[in-house]
Nanobody, 130 residues
Framework: QVQLVESGGGLVQAGGSLRLSCAAS????????MGWFRQAPGKEREFVAAIHWAGGSTTYADSVKGRFTISRDNAKSTVYLQMNSLKPEDTAAYHC???????????????????????WGQGTQVTVSS
């Protein structure tokens, strides 16, 4: 069983920055593909960013490319989402997700899809004011 706990959300003005963190339980974090998704009120959950278990590959939604950066620290079992140049349309609950089979044959090419991930966090709220 993997538990994911997000932190770092809050209220920020447009143009500002936030760094989200997601701490994972378990001793095999380094084998997980990790992702961030977000869900705004009345909208479906959407992909934001993902990082490969080996750390060498990342992928981003077009809407955040060039503004957000995903990274991981395996020693701390934590994945981060650095968010810069925030816009009001970035307002959402941000959820991290883990694919515990990342190093065991799970496809990286489905990293943008919710079905890839078998564990989810409860989310942290990000609100960007105009």
């Amino acid at each position: 069983q993997v538990q994911l706990v997000e932190s770092g959300g809050g209220l920020v003005q447009a143009g500002g920055s936030l760094r989200l963190s997601c701490a994972a339980s378990g001793r095999t974090f380094s084998s997980y593909d990790m992702g961030w998704f977000r869900q705004a009120p009345g909208k479906e959950r959407e992909f934001v960013a993902a990082i490969h278990w080996a750390g060498g590959s990342t992928t981003y939604a077009d809407s955040v490319k060039g503004r957000f950066t995903i990274s991981r620290d395996n020693a701390k079992s934590t994945v981060y989402l650095q968010m810069n140049s925030l816009k009001p349309e970035d307002t959402a609950a941000y959820h991290c997700a883990a694919d515990s089979r990342g190093a065991y044959g799970s496809s990286w090419y489905t990293a943008t899809m919710m079905g890839k991930y078998d564990y989810w966090g409860q989310g942290t709220q990000v609100t960007v004011s105009s």
